[in-house]
């Protein structure tokens, strides 16, 4: 399944490429992609703990509370959803705040969906997000976003644990979201769980 997206005077483009685990019929793996304030946009991918449709309640609850902070601090995103996922099996998930105003993304990740940043500018060096171990609902570590510089072109791209962390974008980085996010998912899926990648490249606001 993937999906190609894009919204006018949004300051991205965006895919999605996922499946759930072999036997589920929906899948735990969630994704949001939200304007925010002054042009910016909200992007974050969550893995509902487990599989089936409990982790995909869980994913549905994260993806509504992060639907409603938008242009709160990440760390305020995480607090909140950890706090609405109480009664549900908790999740985890990682968010990205880009502000295009001053071109800066401040990511944050509790769990295991990984996040890489590829540079259009191939002189400048790709970045990875360091994450923190934790479930959201259930044991929330200290947070602690890291903010970069986004630059026209570079290219965002989260995985949930069901792809293998390993997975290469040799080739990537210059081709359409759609192209990337499906070509991660059918090389590198684990096939052990549900399994998502978002793909998104920075455009700006045009
Ligand atoms: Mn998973």
């Not at 993806?63 to 409603?68: E, G, K, N, Q, S």
């Not at 500018?121 to 479930?135: E, F, H, K, W, Y």
């Not at 962390?165 to 192209?179: H, I, L, M």
Request: charged fraction near 15%.
């Amino acid at each position: 399944m993937t999906q190609f997206l894009q919204a006018e005077h949004w300051p991205l483009e965006f895919a999605l490429a996922g499946d759930p685990m072999e036997g589920e019929k929906v899948s735990g793996d969630l994704s949001m992609v939200r304007p925010s304030a002054n042009g910016g946009v909200v992007v974050a991918l969550v893995d509902g703990i487990g599989h089936g449709p409990a982790a995909a309640q869980a994913a549905k609850v994260a993806v509504a509370t992060l639907a409603h902070q938008v242009n709160a601090p990440v760390e305020w995103m995480l607090e909140c959803c950890h706090k609405e996922l109480k009664n549900t099996r908790g999740a985890v998930l990682t968010v990205a705040a880009i502000d295009s105003s001053s071109g800066t993304m401040t990511w944050l990740g509790v769990g295991n969906v990984e996040a890489r940043l590829l540079r259009a500018d191939t002189l400048r060096p790709s970045a990875q997000l360091v994450l923190t171990a934790g479930i959201v609902g259930y044991d929330l570590p200290v947070l602690r976003p890291w903010s970069t510089s986004i630059f026209l072109g570079d290219v965002l791209i989260f995985t949930t644990d069901g792809i293998d962390r390993q997975y290469d974008t040799a080739g990537c980085a210059n081709k359409s979201p759609a192209y990337i996010a499906n070509h991660i998912l059918s090389r590198y899926n684990k096939l052990t769980d549900d399994a998502m990648v978002l793909a998104a490249r920075y455009s700006g606001i045009k």
